[in-house]
């Protein structure tokens, strides 16, 4: 507990003033003021200490996605199960895009009244496409003389993904081109996953309910989700870029592109290049909810300055495709292939 050592002195001493003026004007009436100074202090203080052990903090986020130009909008709710209100709440926060980290801590003032809830709407902006992340990181709650503060840490962190609105992108089509030998032909299962399982990870935002290994999740008191194996060569996988400066046109032509291929019944992967671990993931798409699922996870992506980076990471390593759409910004680049090798 924070004690404010000049608020304290400074009432102590317009006390001691007040007894000094008794004295010297000899005014004995003026008497009846000192027991409430004393006493209203001691109350308070009481008081506070009481109501402080049963307030709570909650949020949420209000929607699941929004589009740019639209706040996204989060639910701050705080509860008081005291018979006492405090007026002097706050809550410290910070709130970034997170391809644009911002660690700036903000404080809020909040209202907490007596015996029940209290809510209100808080909405964040952003400018460019991305995962709108608000993290509420502490509570201060404070006396009504302010001579104490009471600080509880909070560890509340919701997010809300912003999409553009679709821009349009230069038509690319989307039927296969073959070389070679027929074995590469694939006009079915485009991208097929198996049921057999590579591997097992941990949960990651944005990963597909589907995929979550409920009995291990269940044993280990952690969300593990199943990774699983390609049964062929992927025939469409779209490659886009997390060039930072580009991110709002890049993101708003791969909603637009990915739509369009779901309109028209296409199955194809998107390729998701995390340069700070160099690894590929690549997530199947078949609707719009997966897609919208895939876009989240693209927005967990670090960004870079590079504007051809993962098309040349994926060049340079051993990933199989027949068609690779790459996008960078607004421009939309074709390449057919069968397999790319080292």
């Not at 979550?212 to 699983?228: C, G, R, Y």
Request: glycine content about 4%; some cysteine; aromatic content about 10%.
């Amino acid at each position: 507990m924070k004690k404010h050592w000049l608020k304290i002195i400074t009432y102590i001493g317009g006390v001691f003033l007040l007894l000094l003026v008794i004295l010297i004007l000899e005014q004995p009436f003026l008497l009846l003021l000192l027991p409430p100074l004393i006493v209203v202090p001691i109350l308070t203080t009481m008081l506070f200490l009481r109501a402080s052990k049963y307030i709570s903090v909650q949020a949420s986020g209000q929607m699941p996605y929004v589009e740019l130009g639209n706040p996204a909008v989060f639910l701050i709710e705080s509860t008081n199960k005291s018979s006492i209100p405090l007026y002097l709440c706050e809550v410290k926060f910070h709130a970034e895009n997170l391809f644009w980290p911002n660690k700036q801590i903000h404080a809020l003032s909040i209202p907490v009244k007596a015996k029940g809830k209290s809510s209100f709407e808080f909405p964040v902006e952003s400018t460019i496409p991305g995962m709108i992340s608000l993290t509420l990181t502490e509570l201060s709650l404070s006396d009504y003389l302010h001579f104490f503060t009471i600080t509880k840490p909070l560890s509340i962190k919701m997010e809300i993904p912003v999409f553009p609105a679709p821009a349009g992108c230069p038509p690319v089509s989307t039927a296969p081109s073959f070389h070679g030998e027929e074995e590469y032909i694939e006009n079915d299962l485009k991208g097929a996953v198996s049921s057999d399982i590579k591997e097992i990870r941990e949960y990651r935002p944005g990963d597909r309910i589907q995929r979550i290994h409920w009995k291990l999740s269940a044993k280990m008191d952690d969300l593990f989700v199943k990774e699983l194996s390609h049964t062929s060569v992927l025939s469409m996988v779209i490659l886009p870029e997390v060039t930072f400066s580009d991110i709002k046109e890049t993101t708003a032509v791969l909603l637009e592109l990915t739509q369009r291929l779901i309109k028209e019944e296409e199955r194809f992967n998107l390729c998701l290049y995390n340069h700070a671990t160099c690894e590929f993931e690549y997530l199947v798409i078949t609707d719009k909810e997966e897609n919208l699922e895939a876009l989240t996870r693209f927005y967990y992506l670090p960004s870079y300055e590079g504007k051809e980076l993962a098309r040349d990471a994926f060049f340079s390593s051993s990933q199989h495709a027949s068609t690779v759409i790459h996008i960078a910004g607004s421009k939309v680049e074709r390449i057919d292939l069968e397999t790319i090798v080292r």
